[in-house]
């Protein structure tokens, strides 16, 4: 079988040897990478022909530390014609950092440091270009970001930039989850914001770093009505703004100048002591999530959170 050319598709991927798959939404990475593999290779061939290279830890998986086996196991051809060998790849740290600035000199007192990984990348980068075109193996990278980690694949890095250039890349990512929600809070989709906490609480099994996430965007969204209502009044009562902010209410001009007049609109629909009442909830949740272990009752904090929710969202009576 010669190799693919240009017409040949694996799928419903365009033939290559490179293949990045990344992405937030778990399902559709997982499913894509399965798709991609079982396109390549049949189930007789997978056994012989399929290496995935996965951290074997807690430690991340690195260029540095896999470039052997990589080339190991796709550095020659099979014996048997048009037999093809793929390995994938996951999760490797380097697609998640950003390639350091170029082109400045260090100063000449401070002796430039080597970026760790940055001897692998060129050996790679070198082994890509002029090794893996001689063979018909394929290298597949798939990539689960994290939102609530703050793990997204970095477009600057030097791996996402070599496989944009010798391969096919895809990406399936879905809004943050902190900005859909705010979004329909402000956007008074009662349902729907909390269907979508519901899922959050989920993705994350409850762990600290979700938990934390949460509050901080519930938190966050209504200091921010807060500061909105207290402008608002300001105005009214022709007190300027500016001296509004200095009295300790600035985080409205840090957001762009839309979503501070959504936010106004929204905040509108309040009365001050309603959203008094909201930020003294904010703090009854704070206590609820984060017990000190003193306390001889704690409610569900994820049932007090809809609670709160529903109030933020849902129209006030006035």
Same mark, same amino acid.
């Given at each position: 079988?010669?190799?693919? &050319?240009?017409?040949?598709? =694996?799928?419903? $991927?365009?033939?290559?040897?490179?293949? @990045?798959?990344? %992405?937030?939404?778990?399902?559709?990475? &997982?499913?894509? !990478?399965?798709?991609?593999?079982?396109?390549?290779?049949?189930?007789?061939?997978?056994?012989? #022909?399929?290496?995935?290279?996965?951290? +074997?830890?807690?430690?991340?998986?690195?260029?540095? #530390?896999?470039?052997?086996? *990589?080339?190991?196991?796709?550095?020659?051809?099979?014996?048997?014609?048009?037999?093809?060998?793929?390995?994938?790849?996951?999760? @490797?740290?380097?697609? =998640?950092?950003?390639? +350091?600035?170029? %082109?400045?000199?260090?100063?000449?007192?401070?002796?430039?440091?080597?970026?760790?990984?940055?001897? +692998? $990348?060129?050996?790679?980068?070198?082994?890509?270009?002029?090794? /893996?075109?001689?063979?018909?193996?394929i290298i597949v990278f798939a990539c689960q970001e994290n939102d609530e980690k703050q793990r997204v694949v970095s477009e600057q890095s030097e791996?996402?930039?070599?496989?944009?250039?010798?391969?096919?890349?895809?990406?399936?990512?879905?809004?943050? @989850?902190? $900005?859909?929600?705010?979004? /329909?809070?402000?956007?008074?989709?009662?349902?729907?914001?909390?269907?979508? @906490? !519901?899922?959050? *609480?989920?993705? %994350?099994?409850?762990?600290?770093?979700?938990?934390? !996430?949460?509050?901080?965007?519930?938190?966050?969204?209504?200091?921010?009505? $807060?500061?909105?209502?207290?402008?608002?009044?300001?105005?009214?009562?022709?007190?300027?703004?500016?001296?509004?902010?200095?009295?300790?209410?600035?985080?409205?001009?840090?957001?762009?100048?839309?979503?501070?007049?959504?936010?106004? +609109?929204?905040?509108?629909?309040? !009365?001050?002591?309603?959203?008094?009442?909201?930020?003294?909830?904010?703090?009854?949740?704070?206590?609820?999530?984060?017990?000190?272990?003193?306390?001889? =009752?704690?409610?569900?904090?994820?049932?007090?959170?809809?609670?709160?929710?529903?109030?933020?969202?849902?129209?006030?009576?006035?």
């Open positions: 079988m010669p190799p693919p &050319n240009a017409t040949q598709r =694996y799928g419903k $991927f365009p033939a290559s040897q490179v293949y @990045l798959i990344y %992405g937030n939404n778990e399902a559709e990475v &997982n499913n894509l !990478r399965f798709e991609l593999v079982s396109s390549i290779l049949t189930p007789e061939e997978r056994d012989a #022909g399929l290496t995935e290279i996965r951290s +074997a830890g807690n430690a991340p998986l690195t260029l540095r #530390g896999t470039l052997s086996e *990589i080339i190991g196991e796709l550095g020659t051809s099979s014996f048997i014609a048009g037999a093809k060998r793929v390995v994938v790849v996951y999760d @490797l740290k380097d697609f =998640y950092e950003a390639r +350091a600035a170029r %082109g400045k000199k260090p100063a000449k007192a401070a002796a430039p440091k080597k970026e760790a990984g940055g001897d +692998a $990348f060129a050996s790679f980068e070198n082994w890509m270009k002029s090794v /893996l075109p001689t063979t018909e193996n791996l996402y930039q070599l496989c944009q250039q010798m391969g096919h890349v895809v990406v399936k990512r879905e809004k943050a @989850l902190n $900005f859909e929600f705010e979004d /329909l809070v402000l956007g008074r989709n009662v349902n729907g914001a909390v269907a979508l @906490l !519901r899922t959050w *609480i989920r993705r %994350g099994w409850g762990d600290s770093l979700t938990r934390g !996430r949460i509050f901080s965007t519930v938190a966050s969204l209504v200091e921010l009505v $807060f500061e909105a209502k207290c402008v608002a009044e300001a105005r009214a009562n022709n007190v300027p703004v500016t001296q509004v902010a200095v009295q300790g209410f600035p985080s409205l001009g840090r957001i762009p100048e839309w979503k501070a007049k959504k936010l106004t +609109a929204f905040a509108g629909a309040f !009365r001050m002591e309603q959203v008094i009442a909201l930020l003294e909830q904010v703090n009854r949740l704070q206590a609820i999530m984060y017990p000190t272990g003193e306390e001889d =009752y704690v409610p569900n904090w994820e049932e007090y959170l809809e609670s709160l929710t529903l109030q933020l969202a849902a129209p006030p009576a006035r």
